[in-house]
């Protein structure tokens, strides 16, 4: 009895364990597919891209590359109703069941072989089959397929991932596919934002596309039974039963926008597997300077003028609110396609700037510092202003916005590390040649940029020095930066173009009271590009005319042409801006002012007439005391600089601006002679009178002169040198050979005796003197 009562319970403990065997073998099937590595039922579909601006608004929806319109998106970004309404109408025991319904099955096959209205009895899963596998399930074994392609997505995916793909690849009429893509084409927003009424609406559409399409009265009848159906389950959702009885305004795909195309079409390319991209353009604003750009080339066809382009920039975050490549993006006959945003162009004078900031930070310059507008050459350089005309000494705020050539390019000769060239370089200025390619002619415009890269170096200047990069899209963080520029010569430098006036003499009534406008034209030699870039409130603007064949045009001069579409747009911003503020410029604190002799720049001596006040950097501007205006005592009688003593009947004292011989020349061409100091009495030594040594012109520095036997005319090298005024004659030197003398400021010629190498010695009849070096060779 014992033994048999243990062999009773040994084959119970074998039962429950085969038992628990089975279980435990059951549950390993379920769940072992679901947890062996697997591609996501979405892996292989293609996706559409849509783009929108920082405001959700969308730009472009592209077609997939199977030409379908399909925005794939996760589950989580599609409204809840959707989903909901979706589960209701297509398949309401989609939760519970294995992947396919028998008793759906069951009535729809009885209900279309009595001829009675012909039933769907798949369920969700069943479809997503049919789609994902391409199953033609119009006969008994394509059915049977479909059916065992649903219980294997059931036993591999999750519930939420098969509604997922279904949502995903649901047919909306046409080559539109999935809830994303089709809210934005018929309702032009996205699948997260749908209101019931247009959720409701695309839940009934995939059942019968072709029937239920915009405007067909089935699609209303339909939307109005799943409305009944949902408001059993969710009675709350009857007030909203009169909206449904509005009609059901829908669009289609030719109302699709295009919008911004040369930025959409660059995002694009740089991400091709993205799904969406929310940008940080401001479509408002991106209209507005369309429009502006379009009417302002219609009005300038007369003169030549073909295609134009414009940027802005909000310097707080980089973000670009506003990007138009071309004037107009189907027009062949302007290469409206290519870019002006990413193209390489000449800068013409909108690179000045940085030189005058480069050398402020390297205590070459202040604000008032004089330049010299004279003829200068560099070497073998001997560029010209735009103009052809030279205007003589003013301020470096004057010649900046004036945009004379002369003294930009004196100030990059004059520049340590860095140089220009070096600063565009760490700017990230791309495909630069060598620095030796471009010389001096790097500033005015002999290198190219881009106008983004433009945009990002005069955004530099707003951000207190600091190169930051330009924000497209709204998941890009904000930049700390790299400071390039001290915060005191950003600040100089943009308040230097702060002074520059408008080229219209009309009120700007569409810009705040109070809200500066910054900025600097440029023009490309050959007439090939007119530029404006400025700065107002917290944007940076950059207008570009031109033509991408690079055709000259006469009319391309950024002064004249591009100036005033840049003012334009900066009015019609600030119009639709009414609370747009001034970019708030805060002073450095190691940045002061100082009073300075308003003709010469330097710090007044006690003969100064006239003072000015400008930004000074302690220890870094240059400081030197101002020689231009020096006290004489003259002879009553004579009229000349008095020998000693000085008797106080016989003298009396004068101040003399005391400018050197290439300025007088200038002034005499312009037809406002200076009044020269006396001589110095020929009865008495030369006291001294300060002032400044000769400074030798010509010859050129760093040039081999060579000297052609054939042409005895040609055998000779012109001797010049810029002397102080008080200098009355100039005496020239070859090595300790006299070779003559000259009248202050005129030239001498001079034959070598022949090829070598020569020091040559200029001295005033003061004692002041200069030197150069220079080679001399003889071809026959």
């Not at 983004?452 to 200047?461: Q, T, W």
């Not at 010469?600 to 870094?620: H, M, R, V, Y």
Request: aromatic letters at 8%; one cysteine or more; proline letters at 7%.
């Amino acid at each position: 009895m014992i033994t048999s009562s243990i062999f009773k319970r040994l084959a119970g403990c074998r039962i429950v364990l085969v038992a628990l065997g089975f279980a435990l073998f059951a549950a390993a099937l379920a769940v072992l597919p679901r947890i062996i590595p697997k591609s996501p039922l979405l892996a292989r579909i293609p996706s559409s891209i849509a783009v929108y601006d920082a405001q959700q608004r969308l730009l472009r929806l592209t077609l997939a590359s199977d030409e379908q319109y399909r925005l794939l998106l996760p589950l989580s970004k599609v409204s809840p109703e959707l989903t909901e309404s979706v589960v209701l109408y297509e398949d309401r025991w989609f939760r519970w069941h294995p992947g396919f319904n028998p008793w759906s099955l069951i009535r729809a096959s009885y209900s279309t072989a009595s001829g009675e209205r012909r039933m769907g009895g798949s369920t969700i899963t069943m479809q997503l089959a049919r789609r994902v596998y391409r199953i033609d399930t119009r006969t008994v074994p394509g059915k049977l397929q479909q059916i065992l392609r649903a219980l294997q997505l059931e036993l591999f995916h999750t519930k939420d991932e098969i509604l997922e793909a279904y949502v995903n690849l649901a047919p909306y009429g046409g080559n539109i596919e999935g809830v994303a893509a089709a809210s934005l084409i018929y309702f032009g927003k996205r699948a997260e934002k749908l209101t019931l009424e247009q959720a409701l609406t695309l839940a009934v559409i995939p059942q019968n596309p072709l029937q239920r399409g915009p405007a067909r009265p089935a699609l209303a009848q339909a939307r109005d039974r799943l409305f009944k159906q949902l408001c059993l389950r969710h009675p709350e959702a009857a007030k909203e039963a009169d909206l449904l009885q509005l009609p059901v305004q829908m669009r289609g795909t030719r109302n699709l926008p295009f919008l911004a195309p040369h930025f959409v079409e660059e995002r694009i390319a740089e991400r091709p597997v993205a799904r969406e991209l929310v940008s940080t353009l401001d479509l408002r604003l991106q209209r507005l300077m369309e429009r502006h750009l379009r009417a302002y080339v219609e009005r300038q066809k007369r003169i030549g003028i073909r295609n134009a382009a414009a940027m802005l920039v909000d310097t707080r975050d980089m973000g670009v609110k506003a990007a138009v490549g071309s004037a107009d993006f189907f027009d062949d006959g302007i290469s409206g396609q290519v870019s002006a945003l990413t193209a390489k162009r000449s800068p013409g004078s909108t690179l000045k700037p940085f030189i005058y900031a480069l050398a402020i930070d390297q205590g070459v310059i202040h604000p008032l510092t004089v330049l010299k507008d004279s003829a200068q050459s560099f070497g073998s350089y001997t560029p010209e202003n735009f103009d052809g005309r030279f205007t003589g000494p003013l301020t470096a705020t004057e010649a900046l916005n004036r945009s004379r050539n002369l003294p930009a390019i004196a100030l990059a000769a004059k520049l340590g590390q860095p140089g220009l060239y070096d600063f565009l370089r760490a700017a990230g200025v791309s495909r630069l040649e060598s620095e030796r390619h471009y010389g001096l002619a790097l500033v005015l415009g002999g290198g190219e940029v881009t106008m983004e890269e433009l945009a990002r170096l005069y955004a530099m200047l707003a951000n207190d020095g600091k190169l930051k990069p330009l924000r497209m899209l709204e998941t890009e963080p904000a930049a700390e930066g790299t400071q390039l520029l001290s915060e005191e010569s950003a600040f100089m430098v943009l308040d230097m173009l702060r002074q520059n006036p408008r080229p219209d003499t009309s009120v700007a009534s569409g810009i705040p009271a109070g809200l500066p406008v910054h900025w600097k034209t440029g023009t490309s030699n050959g007439f090939r590009d007119a530029w404006t870039v400025g700065i107002f409130g917290p944007y940076v603007l950059t207008v570009w005319l031109g033509n991408f064949d690079n055709t000259s045009n006469q009319a391309l001069v950024g002064i004249q042409t591009a100036a005033p579409l840049f003012f334009e747009l900066v009015n019609s911003i600030g119009s639709a801006q009414p609370n747009l503020h001034s970019m708030q410029l805060h002073t450095p604190a190691n940045l002061m002012r100082v009073d300075v002799c308003a003709a010469s720049g330097d710090l007044p001596n006690a003969d100064c007439p006239q003072l000015a006040e400008t930004w000074f950097i302690p220890g870094k501007s240059p400081i030197r005391v101002s020689t231009l205006h020096r006290k004489l005592v003259i002879d009553n009688a004579s009229g000349l600089i008095a020998c000693p003593p000085y008797l106080p009947k016989r003298t009396h004292t004068e101040v003399f601006e005391f400018w050197t011989s290439d300025m007088l020349n200038i002034f005499r061409q312009a037809g406002l002679p200076r009044r020269m100091p006396p001589a110095h009495s020929p009865h008495c030594a030369d006291t001294g009178s300060g002032g400044t040594a000769p400074q030798i012109t010509s010859p050129l520095r760093g040039v081999v002169y060579t000297l052609r036997l054939s042409k005895p005319e040609e055998q000779t090298v012109s001797l010049l040198a810029t002397v102080d005024a008080s200098a009355r004659e100039v005496y020239w030197f070859a090595g300790e050979h006299y070779i003559g003398k000259t009248p202050g400021g005129q030239a001498l010629n001079w034959s070598p005796a022949g090829p070598g190498h020569y020091v040559l010695r200029a001295v005033d009849d003061a004692g002041r003197s200069d030197s150069r070096e220079v080679s001399v060779s003889i071809a026959q």
